[in-house]
Protein backbone atom coordinates (compact mmCIF):
# COMPACT_ATOMS: atom_id res chain seq x y z
CA UNK A 1 0.00 0.00 0.00
CA UNK A 2 1.19 3.35 -0.89
CA UNK A 3 1.55 6.42 1.90
CA UNK A 4 0.40 9.49 1.39
CA UNK A 5 3.00 12.57 2.17
CA UNK A 6 1.44 12.70 6.01
CA UNK A 7 2.00 9.61 6.57
CA UNK A 8 5.35 9.43 5.38
CA UNK A 9 5.83 12.93 7.50
CA UNK A 10 4.71 11.34 10.40
CA UNK A 11 6.94 8.34 10.00
CA UNK A 12 9.63 10.67 9.34
CA UNK A 13 8.93 12.38 12.56
CA UNK A 14 8.84 9.17 14.98
CA UNK A 15 12.65 8.38 13.98
CA UNK A 16 14.73 8.52 16.40
CA UNK A 17 17.54 10.90 14.38
CA UNK A 18 20.93 12.24 15.54
CA UNK A 19 21.73 15.77 16.30
CA UNK A 20 21.73 16.71 12.43
CA UNK A 21 21.51 14.31 9.31
CA UNK A 22 22.40 16.62 6.14
CA UNK A 23 20.79 14.97 2.95
CA UNK A 24 21.86 16.08 -0.63
CA UNK A 25 19.88 16.30 -3.85
CA UNK A 26 21.64 16.55 -7.15
CA UNK A 27 18.82 17.84 -9.80
CA UNK A 28 17.20 20.65 -10.35
CA UNK A 29 13.64 18.93 -10.60
CA UNK A 30 13.97 17.71 -7.02
CA UNK A 31 15.03 21.10 -5.55
CA UNK A 32 12.30 22.62 -7.23
CA UNK A 33 9.68 20.23 -5.93
CA UNK A 34 11.52 20.39 -1.79
CA UNK A 35 10.87 24.27 -2.14
CA UNK A 36 7.97 24.97 -3.55
CA UNK A 37 6.07 22.05 -1.61
CA UNK A 38 8.29 23.65 1.63
CA UNK A 39 9.14 20.44 2.73
CA UNK A 40 12.05 21.77 4.48
CA UNK A 41 9.81 23.56 6.79
CA UNK A 42 7.34 20.55 7.20
CA UNK A 43 10.47 18.19 7.86
CA UNK A 44 12.00 17.86 11.76
CA UNK A 45 14.82 20.65 12.28
CA UNK A 46 17.44 18.45 12.37
CA UNK A 47 17.13 17.05 8.70
CA UNK A 48 18.91 19.52 6.29
CA UNK A 49 17.91 19.27 2.64
CA UNK A 50 20.74 20.85 0.82
CA UNK A 51 20.40 20.95 -2.90
CA UNK A 52 23.71 19.92 -4.63
CA UNK A 53 24.98 20.00 -8.30
CA UNK A 54 21.93 19.55 -9.99
CA UNK A 55 21.89 22.20 -12.06
CA UNK A 56 23.70 21.71 -16.06
CA UNK A 57 23.17 25.63 -17.11
CA UNK A 58 24.88 26.87 -13.98
CA UNK A 59 27.87 24.70 -14.13
CA UNK A 60 28.26 24.90 -18.21
CA UNK A 61 31.77 26.41 -18.74
CA UNK A 62 32.17 30.38 -19.11
CA UNK A 63 33.99 30.05 -22.63
CA UNK A 64 31.00 27.46 -23.67
CA UNK A 65 29.12 30.32 -23.48
CA UNK A 66 31.71 32.80 -24.97
CA UNK A 67 32.21 30.67 -27.93
CA UNK A 68 28.37 29.85 -28.86
CA UNK A 69 27.83 33.79 -28.88
CA UNK A 70 30.90 34.80 -30.49
CA UNK A 71 29.78 32.19 -33.17
CA UNK A 72 26.13 33.48 -33.48
CA UNK A 73 27.61 37.14 -33.75
CA UNK A 74 29.97 36.31 -36.37
CA UNK A 75 29.26 33.47 -38.53
CA UNK A 76 25.93 33.60 -40.55
CA UNK A 77 24.46 30.50 -39.02
CA UNK A 78 21.06 29.99 -36.78
CA UNK A 79 22.21 29.48 -33.18
CA UNK A 80 19.32 27.42 -31.20
CA UNK A 81 19.70 27.09 -27.16
CA UNK A 82 17.39 25.29 -24.55
CA UNK A 83 15.65 29.20 -23.09
CA UNK A 84 17.37 29.25 -19.71
CA UNK A 85 20.77 29.74 -21.45
CA UNK A 86 20.31 32.77 -23.17
CA UNK A 87 20.54 34.76 -19.89
CA UNK A 88 23.48 33.20 -18.65
CA UNK A 89 26.10 36.53 -18.21
CA UNK A 90 29.75 36.02 -19.53
CA UNK A 91 32.46 38.06 -18.26
CA UNK A 92 32.98 40.44 -20.29
CA UNK A 93 33.13 44.15 -20.41
CA UNK A 94 29.73 46.05 -20.60
CA UNK A 95 30.48 47.35 -24.57
CA UNK A 96 30.14 43.83 -25.32
CA UNK A 97 27.02 40.90 -25.76
CA UNK A 98 27.19 39.61 -22.02
CA UNK A 99 24.47 36.82 -23.23
CA UNK A 100 22.95 34.94 -25.95
CA UNK A 101 19.83 37.34 -24.87
CA UNK A 102 22.16 40.71 -25.45
CA UNK A 103 23.57 39.31 -28.85
CA UNK A 104 20.28 38.07 -30.29
CA UNK A 105 19.19 42.29 -29.56
CA UNK A 106 22.15 43.32 -31.65
CA UNK A 107 21.60 41.18 -34.22
CA UNK A 108 22.25 37.57 -33.90
CA UNK A 109 19.79 35.12 -35.03
CA UNK A 110 19.52 32.84 -32.01
CA UNK A 111 16.43 31.09 -31.23
CA UNK A 112 15.31 29.31 -28.08
CA UNK A 113 14.34 26.12 -28.27
CA UNK A 114 12.39 23.29 -26.38
CA UNK A 115 13.18 19.75 -28.33
CA UNK A 116 15.89 18.56 -30.26
CA UNK A 117 12.96 17.32 -33.04
CA UNK A 118 12.19 21.63 -32.91
CA UNK A 119 16.18 21.83 -33.55
CA UNK A 120 15.78 19.10 -36.68
CA UNK A 121 12.44 21.64 -37.66
CA UNK A 122 14.49 24.56 -37.93
CA UNK A 123 17.37 23.19 -39.77
CA UNK A 124 14.68 21.92 -42.36
CA UNK A 125 13.45 24.68 -42.71
CA UNK A 126 16.84 26.94 -43.47
CA UNK A 127 18.83 23.95 -45.72
CA UNK A 128 20.83 26.94 -46.85
CA UNK A 129 22.03 28.06 -43.34
CA UNK A 130 23.70 26.24 -40.73
CA UNK A 131 21.92 25.52 -37.59
CA UNK A 132 24.11 25.37 -34.16
CA UNK A 133 22.59 23.72 -31.53
CA UNK A 134 24.12 24.33 -28.15
CA UNK A 135 23.36 21.33 -25.95
CA UNK A 136 24.02 21.95 -22.68
CA UNK A 137 22.18 19.72 -20.10
CA UNK A 138 22.94 16.21 -18.12
CA UNK A 139 22.08 12.47 -19.43
CA UNK A 140 18.61 13.33 -19.45
CA UNK A 141 18.76 15.97 -21.94
CA UNK A 142 21.94 14.67 -23.39
CA UNK A 143 20.24 11.17 -24.74
CA UNK A 144 18.02 13.02 -26.31
CA UNK A 145 20.68 15.17 -28.61
CA UNK A 146 22.53 11.95 -29.01
CA UNK A 147 19.59 10.03 -30.91
CA UNK A 148 19.05 13.42 -32.77
CA UNK A 149 22.23 12.49 -34.55
CA UNK A 150 21.75 8.86 -34.70
CA UNK A 151 17.77 9.35 -36.23
CA UNK A 152 19.52 10.92 -38.57
CA UNK A 153 19.80 14.68 -38.36
CA UNK A 154 19.96 17.49 -41.37
CA UNK A 155 23.71 18.04 -42.95
CA UNK A 156 23.17 21.47 -41.73
CA UNK A 157 22.89 21.14 -38.32
CA UNK A 158 25.52 21.70 -36.07
CA UNK A 159 26.16 20.26 -32.35
CA UNK A 160 28.17 22.49 -29.79
CA UNK A 161 28.32 19.82 -26.85
CA UNK A 162 28.23 20.81 -23.38
CA UNK A 163 27.09 17.71 -21.65
CA UNK A 164 27.78 16.47 -18.40
CA UNK A 165 27.23 14.14 -16.25
CA UNK A 166 25.77 13.99 -12.63
CA UNK A 167 27.27 11.33 -10.98
CA UNK A 168 31.15 12.21 -11.25
CA UNK A 169 30.53 15.21 -9.67
CA UNK A 170 29.14 13.56 -6.44
CA UNK A 171 31.98 10.92 -6.62
CA UNK A 172 34.30 14.02 -6.78
CA UNK A 173 32.63 15.64 -3.57
CA UNK A 174 32.69 12.17 -1.50
CA UNK A 175 35.98 11.52 -2.41
CA UNK A 176 37.10 14.88 -0.72
CA UNK A 177 37.56 15.40 2.89
CA UNK A 178 34.54 16.84 3.50
CA UNK A 179 31.40 15.91 1.19
CA UNK A 180 28.93 18.16 3.63
CA UNK A 181 26.35 15.25 3.37
CA UNK A 182 25.66 12.10 5.37
CA UNK A 183 22.61 10.87 3.04
CA UNK A 184 21.81 11.45 -0.88
CA UNK A 185 18.81 11.57 -2.95
CA UNK A 186 19.67 10.14 -6.15
CA UNK A 187 17.80 12.00 -9.37
CA UNK A 188 15.00 10.24 -10.79
CA UNK A 189 15.63 11.50 -14.26
CA UNK A 190 18.77 10.85 -14.56
CA UNK A 191 18.33 7.29 -13.51
CA UNK A 192 14.93 6.73 -15.72
CA UNK A 193 17.56 6.70 -18.53
CA UNK A 194 21.27 6.03 -16.87
CA UNK A 195 19.65 3.17 -14.27
CA UNK A 196 19.85 3.10 -10.78
CA UNK A 197 23.34 1.04 -10.54
CA UNK A 198 25.11 4.03 -11.50
CA UNK A 199 24.77 5.25 -8.42
CA UNK A 200 25.59 1.80 -6.20
CA UNK A 201 29.28 3.42 -5.90
CA UNK A 202 27.38 5.74 -3.50
CA UNK A 203 26.63 3.01 -0.87
CA UNK A 204 29.40 0.27 -1.60
CA UNK A 205 32.43 2.93 -1.67
CA UNK A 206 31.57 5.76 0.71
CA UNK A 207 28.63 3.53 3.28
CA UNK A 208 26.73 6.70 2.22
CA UNK A 209 22.66 6.05 2.50
CA UNK A 210 21.24 6.54 -0.86
CA UNK A 211 17.42 6.50 -2.79
CA UNK A 212 16.50 7.36 -6.11
CA UNK A 213 13.31 9.42 -6.00
CA UNK A 214 10.67 11.04 -8.43
CA UNK A 215 9.37 14.29 -8.34
CA UNK A 216 6.19 14.00 -6.24
CA UNK A 217 5.83 14.25 -2.56
CA UNK A 218 5.27 11.23 -2.07
CA UNK A 219 8.37 9.60 -3.42
CA UNK A 220 10.73 12.49 -2.09
CA UNK A 221 10.12 11.66 1.39
CA UNK A 222 9.79 7.98 0.86
CA UNK A 223 13.77 8.40 -0.15
CA UNK A 224 14.20 10.80 2.67
CA UNK A 225 12.80 8.03 4.80
CA UNK A 226 14.77 5.19 3.16
CA UNK A 227 18.07 7.46 3.79
CA UNK A 228 17.14 7.85 7.46
CA UNK A 229 16.52 4.70 8.13
CA UNK A 230 19.75 3.43 6.42
CA UNK A 231 21.12 5.63 8.57
CA UNK A 232 19.90 5.04 11.67
CA UNK A 233 20.55 1.16 11.31
CA UNK A 234 23.78 1.45 10.01
CA UNK A 235 22.73 -0.30 6.97
CA UNK A 236 23.38 1.55 3.76
CA UNK A 237 21.60 0.02 0.48
CA UNK A 238 20.50 1.48 -2.73
CA UNK A 239 16.79 2.23 -2.36
CA UNK A 240 14.71 2.92 -5.89
CA UNK A 241 11.71 4.90 -4.16
CA UNK A 242 10.50 5.89 -8.14
CA UNK A 243 10.38 1.99 -9.32
CA UNK A 244 7.39 2.79 -11.51
CA UNK A 245 10.04 4.99 -14.00
CA UNK A 246 13.54 3.79 -12.93
CA UNK A 247 15.50 0.25 -13.63
CA UNK A 248 18.21 -1.12 -12.20
CA UNK A 249 19.30 -0.57 -16.09
CA UNK A 250 17.66 2.64 -17.31
CA UNK A 251 16.54 2.43 -20.96
CA UNK A 252 19.12 0.52 -23.01
CA UNK A 253 17.97 2.50 -26.19
CA UNK A 254 18.74 6.00 -25.17
CA UNK A 255 22.15 4.59 -23.43
CA UNK A 256 22.91 2.76 -27.05
CA UNK A 257 22.14 6.14 -28.77
CA UNK A 258 24.47 8.16 -26.31
CA UNK A 259 27.25 6.33 -26.18
CA UNK A 260 27.49 5.39 -30.60
CA UNK A 261 27.74 9.08 -30.44
CA UNK A 262 28.94 10.36 -28.13
CA UNK A 263 31.76 9.22 -25.69
CA UNK A 264 32.81 10.40 -21.96
CA UNK A 265 35.56 12.60 -21.51
CA UNK A 266 37.16 14.87 -18.59
CA UNK A 267 35.54 18.20 -18.33
CA UNK A 268 35.49 21.76 -17.04
CA UNK A 269 32.42 22.76 -14.41
CA UNK A 270 31.95 26.00 -14.31
CA UNK A 271 34.13 27.76 -10.98
CA UNK A 272 34.91 24.48 -9.98
CA UNK A 273 37.08 22.96 -12.79
CA UNK A 274 38.16 19.79 -14.67
CA UNK A 275 36.02 16.85 -13.06
CA UNK A 276 37.71 13.85 -14.55
CA UNK A 277 34.62 11.14 -17.17
CA UNK A 278 32.26 13.85 -16.32
CA UNK A 279 31.21 15.32 -19.89
CA UNK A 280 30.11 14.01 -22.99
CA UNK A 281 32.04 14.32 -26.56
CA UNK A 282 31.13 13.78 -29.73
CA UNK A 283 32.88 10.47 -31.38
CA UNK A 284 34.44 10.53 -34.68
CA UNK A 285 32.42 9.52 -36.75
CA UNK A 286 30.04 12.55 -35.95
CA UNK A 287 32.47 15.17 -36.41
CA UNK A 288 30.67 16.41 -39.54
CA UNK A 289 28.30 17.59 -37.11
CA UNK A 290 30.51 18.78 -34.85
CA UNK A 291 30.70 22.72 -34.24
CA UNK A 292 33.57 22.54 -32.34
CA UNK A 293 35.78 21.15 -35.59
CA UNK A 294 33.83 23.86 -37.93
CA UNK A 295 34.70 26.71 -35.94
CA UNK A 296 37.35 25.90 -34.30
CA UNK A 297 39.13 29.14 -34.29
CA UNK A 298 36.14 30.40 -31.76
CA UNK A 299 38.51 28.22 -28.95
CA UNK A 300 39.70 30.94 -27.07
CA UNK A 301 42.33 29.37 -24.88
CA UNK A 302 42.28 33.10 -22.77
CA UNK A 303 38.98 32.71 -22.07
CA UNK A 304 39.42 29.56 -19.76
CA UNK A 305 41.08 32.26 -17.60
CA UNK A 306 38.73 34.66 -17.30
CA UNK A 307 35.73 31.59 -17.02
CA UNK A 308 35.26 31.92 -13.18
CA UNK A 309 32.01 33.38 -11.36
CA UNK A 310 31.10 36.76 -11.91
CA UNK A 311 33.00 38.92 -9.08
CA UNK A 312 30.82 38.14 -5.77
CA UNK A 313 28.52 35.48 -6.89
CA UNK A 314 28.75 31.90 -5.09
CA UNK A 315 27.49 30.20 -7.50
CA UNK A 316 30.20 27.45 -7.66
CA UNK A 317 30.07 26.37 -3.38
CA UNK A 318 25.85 26.85 -3.81
CA UNK A 319 26.49 24.05 -6.61
CA UNK A 320 28.43 22.00 -4.50
CA UNK A 321 26.30 22.27 -1.71
CA UNK A 322 28.55 24.12 0.43
CA UNK A 323 26.24 26.88 0.98
CA UNK A 324 22.80 27.56 0.78
CA UNK A 325 21.89 30.44 -2.19
CA UNK A 326 20.92 32.85 0.66
CA UNK A 327 24.12 33.05 2.00
CA UNK A 328 25.61 34.49 -0.98
CA UNK A 329 25.64 38.30 -0.17
CA UNK A 330 24.24 39.33 -3.97
CA UNK A 331 21.37 36.91 -3.29
CA UNK A 332 18.33 39.06 -3.52
CA UNK A 333 20.37 42.45 -3.19
CA UNK A 334 22.25 42.75 -6.56
CA UNK A 335 21.57 39.62 -8.33
CA UNK A 336 17.72 38.56 -8.68
CA UNK A 337 16.40 36.61 -11.60
CA UNK A 338 15.47 39.84 -13.54
CA UNK A 339 19.30 41.08 -12.66
CA UNK A 340 20.84 37.78 -12.68
CA UNK A 341 24.80 38.17 -11.80
CA UNK A 342 25.34 34.42 -11.90
CA UNK A 343 24.19 31.39 -13.91
CA UNK A 344 22.82 29.63 -10.29
CA UNK A 345 20.16 33.11 -10.79
CA UNK A 346 19.40 32.21 -14.42
CA UNK A 347 18.42 28.17 -14.89
CA UNK A 348 14.98 27.02 -13.63
CA UNK A 349 17.06 24.54 -12.61
CA UNK A 350 19.46 26.89 -10.49
CA UNK A 351 19.02 26.72 -6.63
CA UNK A 352 18.90 30.59 -6.45
CA UNK A 353 16.72 30.81 -9.16
CA UNK A 354 14.40 28.38 -7.09
CA UNK A 355 14.81 29.63 -3.26
CA UNK A 356 13.99 33.06 -4.94
CA UNK A 357 10.70 32.29 -6.69
CA UNK A 358 9.69 30.34 -3.49
CA UNK A 359 11.34 31.70 -0.33
CA UNK A 360 13.11 34.80 -1.05
CA UNK A 361 14.28 35.24 2.31
CA UNK A 362 17.28 37.65 1.69
CA UNK A 363 20.56 36.98 3.12
CA UNK A 364 21.25 37.35 6.36
FE1 LIG B 1 25.60 33.79 -7.82
FE2 LIG B 1 23.39 35.27 -7.66
FE3 LIG B 1 23.38 32.85 -6.64
FE4 LIG B 1 24.80 34.74 -5.48
S1 LIG B 1 22.57 34.70 -5.64
S2 LIG B 1 25.43 32.64 -5.88
S3 LIG B 1 25.44 35.97 -7.24
S4 LIG B 1 23.64 33.36 -8.80
Not at 13 to 19: D, E, G, V, Y
Not at 42 to 64: F, S, T, Y
Not at 77 to 84: K, Q
Request: aromatic content about 6%; some cysteine; overall charge neutral.
Amino acid sequence: MSLTARQWLQKIRQLSLPKKVRIMNVCGGHERSITQAGLRTALPDNIELIPGPGCPVCVCPEEDVYEAIQIALNEDVILVAFGDMLRVPVNVSKSEARSLEEARAIGADIRPVASPAEVVRIANEHPDKEVIFFAAGFETTTAPVAAMLAEGAPDNLLLLLSGRLTWPAVAMLLASDEPGFDCLVAPGHVATVMGSEEWRFVVEQHNIPAAVAGFNNESLLAAIYSTLRQRLEDRPFLDNCYPELVSKAGNPRAKQHLYNVMEVIDAKWRGIGVIPSSGFGLREAWQPHDARQKYASYQDEARKRAGKMPPGCDCARVVLGKIYPTECKLYGAACTPRHPIGPCMVSDEGACRIWWSHVRKPAA
